[in-house]
Nanobody, 123 residues
Framework: QVQLVESGGGLVQAGGSLRLSCAAS????????MGWFRQAPGKEREFQAA????????KYADSVKGRFTISTDNAKNTVYLQMNSLKFEDTGVYYC????????????????WGQGTQVTVSS
């Protein structure tokens, strides 16, 4: 019922920028926030950033603070992740998720997932 479609991934040199988009459709019910996760080959998915649809609350992983910015365009039902000063370590498949903020780590729980978009940062 819920569909999340990511776009904007690609190949970029270290120090460069990318903007990821996630278009949401369908009823999300209790999922009042959106998040981004990164999964490198052979590793678990790691929380990157989250934002409430109301725009009043955001959360970032320490590793991306000051470099990534999450935002929403409610009229387009779209969430963005602006990624600046990219590092090789940022490489991975980025997944969009609909979910909720939580008090336990990582601070956001995903209910629905997108298909992912590949981000590759060359060193």
């Amino acid at each position: 019922q819920v569909q999340l479609v990511e776009s904007g991934g690609g190949l970029v040199q270290a120090g460069g920028s990318l903007r990821l988009s996630c278009a949401a459709s369908g009823a999300t019910f209790g999922s009042n926030a959106m998040g981004w996760f990164r999964q490198a080959p052979g590793k678990e998915r790691e929380f990157q950033a989250a934002i409430s649809w109301s725009g009043g609350r955001t959360k970032y992983a320490d590793s991306v603070k000051g470099r990534f910015t999450i935002s929403t365009d409610n009229a387009k039902n779209t969430v963005y992740l602006q990624m600046n000063s990219l590092k090789f370590e940022d490489t991975g498949v980025y997944y969009c998720a609909a979910g909720r903020f939580r008090d336990y780590p990582p601070g956001f729980a995903a209910d629905y997932w997108g298909q992912g978009t590949q981000v590759t940062v060359s060193s």
